[in-house]
């Protein structure tokens, strides 16, 4: 089973920046594409971001284009998303996916290999 785990969710103000790590048990990380999604209770999970398994390709949710970057080091099996000018409507639970392909695309919740447990973005206005 893989293991997903996702660090540095925090409070901060509307404009300001955070970056988001994930850190993956997974000795054939390079192989798959790795994503982040995001959550508000009561709402359906989003998703945000994308990255194919060599990171030459990324996909980016329209409410963050612009916005947020996603990137991953293959020697450290870790995939980040850097997100800028950030907005109140940006606050959720951040979770961190692997598909079970390598594309970009394929990050999509039926090629979902393994979900981390979520870390806390809250951005006040």
């Known amino acids: 089973q893989v293991q997903l785990v996702e660090s540095g969710g925090g409070l901060v103000q509307a404009g300001g920046s955070l970056r988001l790590s994930c850190a993956a048990s997974l000795r054939t990380f390079s192989n798959y594409g790795m994503g982040w999604f995001r959550q508000v209770q009561g709402k359906e999970r989003e998703f945000v971001a994308a990255?194919?398994?060599?990171?030459?390709?990324?996909l980016y949710g329209d409410s963050v284009k612009g916005r947020f970057t996603i990137s991953r080091d293959n020697a450290k099996a870790t995939v980040f998303l850097q997100m800028n000018s950030l907005e109140p409507e940006d606050t959720a639970v951040y979770y961190c996916?692997?598909?079970?392909?390598?594309?970009?695309?394929?990050?999509?919740?039926?090629?979902?290999?393994?979900w981390g447990k979520g870390t806390l973005v809250t951005v006040s206005s």
């Open positions: 996916a692997t598909s079970r392909w390598a594309t970009a695309r394929s990050v999509a919740a039926p090629n979902i290999l393994s």
């Open positions: 990255i194919s398994s060599s990171g030459s390709t990324t």
